[in-house]
């Protein structure tokens, strides 16, 4: 599977969203992630495998039990954006770095995501700094 760069921009802006620090899947739901799909499932574990969403207990992973028969089941864990996946979302939203992210890297990993965004966010910055030290 192929991550969807707008989906995972928008469970993001979901987690963000949430009127608590954290969110569950429940929640998720009702804002249009149906946690019930593979789509979910798989842009759900590129989150927890960069450390941009974690449990708000501190234990590992994201509530999903996967049984022996290719099957599984969620449980509804209180979840949150970390500190690393609002520096994400935030180089997301700049137009600039998101349209390159868009056509430059579609097939890119999400660490490549992660580190481009970041890289071109910075460099998007530095380039206003020196506009305004000029």
């Known amino acids: 599977m192929k991550i969807d760069h707008e ?5 993001l802006e979901a987690f963000e969203a949430s009127g608590e620090p954290h969110t569950d ?3 998720l739901q009702e ?13 759900m574990r590129l989150l927890d495998d960069r450390n941009l969403i974690a449990r708000t207990d501190g ?8 049984a022996a028969d290719d099957g599984g089941s969620w449980g509804v864990l209180p979840l ?6 609002h520096d994400f979302l935030d180089a997301l939203r700049n ?12 097939d890119a990993s999400i660490g ?4 481009v965004s970041r890289r071109l966010l910075d460099g998007f910055i530095q380039k206003k700094i020196d506009g305004i030290l000029e």
């Open 80 to 85: 949150r954006l970390t500190a690393s996946g």
């Open 95 to 106: 137009k600039e770095v998101w349209n390159t992210v868009k056509t430059g890297f579609k």
């Open 59 to 66: 234990k590992h992973g994201i509530g999903f039990f996967e």
């Open 112 to 115: 490549t995501l992660v580190d």
């Open 31 to 43: 804002a249009g992630f149906d946690y019930s799909t593979y789509e979910f499932l798989f842009h």
């Open 7 to 11: 989906y995972l921009k928008g469970l």
């Open 25 to 27: 899947i429940r929640k």
